[in-house]
Nanobody, 119 residues
Framework: QVQLVESGGGLVQAGGSLRLSCAAS????????MGWYRQAPGKQRELVAT?????????ADSVKGRFTISRDNANAKNTVYLQMNSLKLEDTAVYYC???????????WGKGTLVTVSS
């Protein structure tokens, strides 16, 4: 099992920045990728950004150029960050940390952290 704990959400004005963090614990050696998803009110959960152990990243088109995902290489890659710049009203959502174990085909989820962007 992998436990994921997010932090860093909050209220920010449009155009501002926030940095989300997610710390993984437990069976972290099986993790192949970590990332962020978000779910806005009344909408389905969607991918924001992911990074695998090889450093390959994937971003949603809506956040490219504004958000940056990174992982803590000095800490067995068990921490993932999401730097969010130039935030827009439509970025308001609950952001969930995700970890993938490709060998067993399992996804782990954090409880989520709320990001609210105000005008």
């Amino acid at each position: 099992q992998v436990q994921l704990v997010e932090s860093g959400g909050g209220l920010v004005q449009a155009g501002g920045s926030l940095r989300l963090s997610c710390a993984a614990s437990g069976s972290i050696f099986g993790i192949n990728a970590m990332g962020w998803y978000r779910q806005a009110p009344g909408k389905q959960r969607e991918l924001v950004a992911t990074e695998d152990n090889g450093g390959n990243t994937n971003y949603a088109d809506s956040v490219k150029g504004r958000f940056t995902i990174s992982r803590d290489n000095a800490n067995a890659k068990n921490t993932v960050y999401l730097q969010m710049n130039s935030l827009k009203l439509e970025d308001t959502a609950v952001y969930y940390c995700n970890a993938e174990n490709w060998r067993v085909g399992t996804n782990y989820w954090g409880k989520g952290t709320l990001v609210t962007v105000s005008s």
